[in-house]
């Protein structure tokens, strides 16, 4: 789809939609030699520019960070995509802004209809953006984490910034209650939405599972979960835990975990394992993809708001696997299509033992959910009309 007028009509002006998405810091080690590919789209603000400009190439998108390697503006081409580096002196807030970009921003704001997008919703930049940049549309992604609740001073600063910068934030999306919670403290009822980041549903097409398990080793009778995030108590891994050494004297039942310890988390590691859990640590997303296609169903009992909606369990719904989450009941498919809503951590127990049991009961998930929440098509035309209702940009025709 092209995009034959992108422009609006401001003051007897016409001026021509820029979108900006801006990146936080990467870590001082990434360098284009061992980045693997990934130097400049190494943050959900690049994957999400890149994926955006793929669908609707007539876009005027970049996106800007700060950078260790650079001494000047450095603007940069990758895969059609635009990136403008930033010395990494002179940053102002969270190592993400600098003075340069701030007055680039501003002399922008004045020729462009701007559209600025910076993806953490509750961190210091996104309450001052607004007020920095205040003829910019401001749009905010929340991508996990609570907002800034209780009585420590830098939360009591947010929440008086966000008070006065709420009536210039364009859009700003949530992933769980709190989050929704604090944006409707704000006003902004009518300019706020739920907009997961999707799942790649190319990248997650269904593999043969029978062959899928040959591959990775696994028992092809075997009734198998997976779970996939990092291995913590806030993600109800010790509930796993408990319920699977009641239920492997029961079935011929797998319980594996993708993800890397957390070092706080070691007894938890141990206790798994004597569980007869079996965990991997990280692994490449193709290895993730295999395991999802061997399952038979995924785990994802977290029940601790600050953990963000994970990509994985997108995922798993495009790799056409039934998941018991306490999360699915935010998606626009109707729970009982996709699984199991998990409300209660005693519930844990009986629900697993049903979908050891009925796990084929659940048909065709994947092609329920790719119309509302592929990446790379569904999410990115959400996202736009986001830029058309409340950002001034033209429709995309």
């Known amino acids: 789809m092209d995009i034959p007028k992108n422009k609006i009509r401001l003051r007897g002006r016409v001026k021509k939609t820029k979108i900006i998405h801006l990146a936080g810091p990467v870590d001082r080690s990434l360098t284009r030699e061992n980045a693997e590919g990934a130097y400049y789209i190494h943050s959900w603000a690049a994957t999400i520019a890149s994926r955006t400009k793929s669908r609707y190439p007539g876009l005027d998108i970049e996106t800007w960070r700060t950078d260790w390697h650079t001494d000047r503006i450095s603007p940069e081409s990758e895969n059609g995509c635009n990136y403008l580096l930033f010395p990494k002196r002179l940053t102002l807030f969270n190592e993400v802004l600098s003075g340069a970009m701030c007055l680039r921003l501003r002399k922008l704001a004045g020729q462009y209809n701007l559209i600025v997008n910076y993806h953490d919703a509750f961190g210091l930049v996104a309450a001052i953006l607004p007020l920095l940049v205040p003829q910019a549309r401001i749009v905010l992604f929340h991508h996990g984490g609570l907002p800034p609740l209780g009585n420590r001073p830098q939360s009591l600063l947010k929440r008086i910034m966000f008070s006065l910068a709420g009536k210039r934030i364009a859009f700003a999306t949530y992933l769980n209650r709190p989050a929704r919670d604090f944006l409707e403290q704000l006003k902004l009822r009518g300019r706020m939405g739920f907009i997961p980041v999707g799942a790649d549903y190319q990248r997650f097409a269904q593999l043969d599972k029978q062959e899928a398990r040959r591959q990775l080793g696994l028992d092809q009778d075997c009734v198998i979960a997976v779970g996939i995030g990092a291995i913590s108590r806030q993600r109800g891994y010790d509930l796993v835990c408990e319920v699977y050494r009641e239920l492997k004297a029961r079935y011929n039942f797998q319980v594996i975990l993708i993800g890397p310890p957390v070092p706080e988390e070691e007894a938890l590691c141990r206790e798994a394992e004597a569980a007869g859990i079996c965990l991997t640590g990280r692994i490449p997303w193709t290895e993730v993809h295999k395991y999802l296609s061997a399952c038979d169903f995924y785990?994802?009992?977290?029940?601790?708001?600050?953990?963000?909606?994970?990509?994985?369990?997108?995922?798993?719904?495009?790799?056409?696997?039934?998941?018991?989450?306490?999360?699915?009941?935010?998606?626009?498919?109707?729970?009982?299509?996709?699984?199991?809503?998990?409300?209660?951590?005693?519930?844990?127990?009986?629900?697993?033992?049903?979908?050891?049991?009925?796990?084929?009961?659940?048909?065709?998930i994947r092609s329920k959910t790719i119309g509302l929440y592929d990446a790379n098509s569904s999410i990115i035309d959400s996202i736009c009309q986001v830029y058309v209702n409340n950002c001034g940009m033209a429709a995309i025709s």
């Open 299 to 364: 785990l994802h009992p977290v029940f601790d708001e600050a953990v963000g909606f994970d990509v994985s369990l997108l995922e798993a719904l495009a790799s056409d696997r039934p998941v018991i989450s306490t999360r699915i009941g935010v998606l626009q498919c109707s729970p009982e299509e996709l699984g199991i809503l998990l409300k209660d951590r005693g519930d844990l127990l009986a629900q697993t033992d049903y979908m050891v049991n009925n796990y084929n009961r659940y048909k065709e």
